[in-house]
Structure formats: C-alpha cells, structure tokens
C-alpha cells in the first residue's frame, strides 16, 4: 500500500530519532497548528535522501524542513518577503528570495512567533495566488 505524504513525514521523523526527530516533529505541528489546511508533501527524493525533504504548502511552498548532522533547518521560500518581527531567521540571510531558521540540538522553540511567521507566508501566497485565480474565473 502506498504511504501519504503525511505518512511519509512521519517515517522521516521516526528514521531521525534522537533530538533532530523530536525537533522535526515539534517545528511540524506548530506549522500545522498555525494553518490547519496546510498541505504536507514530501519532495526531492533520491538515492542519498530517500525519504525526501518534508514540505508545508498553501498555495504555494510555505517552507521546508532539512536535517543535517547538527541542525534542523527550516526554509520559508518567500522569507525575505515577510517580516520577522522576533528575529527568528538566522540563515541564508544574504538570499533574495528564501530565509532560513537553524535549529540546533537544545534550542528553544518560539512557537507562537514560529506560527506567526507561517501565517504570513501563508498570507503572501495567497495573496500571489489570488490574481490567478481570478483569471481562470
């Protein structure tokens, strides 16, 4: 039987294990809890990385969810587009379009600025949505 992507996710984090799956988890359910009809799938799947980099999408790529040795990364795809009143990106800042926030082993998760900054991106996508939408009719 084929596995949602939901459940694909969830072998992810189960496959991590220790602090990096238990991170993965936590930075999932504050973006499900920010949108509730978000849409998770699982892309870029190959030989090195077979279970593919969890994504969180509305109308567009909302961010992404990369594991390294030593940190969780979490990628908005228009994050130099929303503002970041807590500061919470810390990587990729130099991007014209992306932002990232690294997360490493024993860090502190703010999750209502984290769901702040999904809201957003959120909002921004359907906001870029929106015309194309309207011209289909």
């Not at 999750?111 to 289909?136: F, G, M, Q, S, T």
Request: proline letters at 4%; a positive charge.
């Amino acid at each position: 039987m084929e596995q949602t992507q939901s459940e694909l996710i969830d072998a992810k984090i189960a496959g991590l294990g220790g602090w990096r799956g238990e991170m993965l988890a936590r930075l999932r359910e504050a973006i499900r809890q920010a949108d509730p009809e978000v849409v998770e799938t699982v892309k870029w799947r190959k030989a090195s990385n077979p279970l593919g980099v969890p994504v969180w999408e509305h109308d567009g790529i909302i961010c992404t969810g990369e594991t390294y040795k030593d940190k969780v990364k979490l990628t908005f795809a228009q994050g130099a587009a929303l503002d970041d009143p807590a500061g919470l990106f810390n990587s990729s800042l130099d991007g014209g379009t992306r932002r990232a926030i690294d997360f490493f082993e024993g860090a502190k998760v703010d999750a209502a600025a984290l769901k702040a900054l999904a809201r957003a991106a959120v909002a921004l996508n359907r906001a870029k949505a929106a015309p194309k939408k309207r011209a289909k009719g």
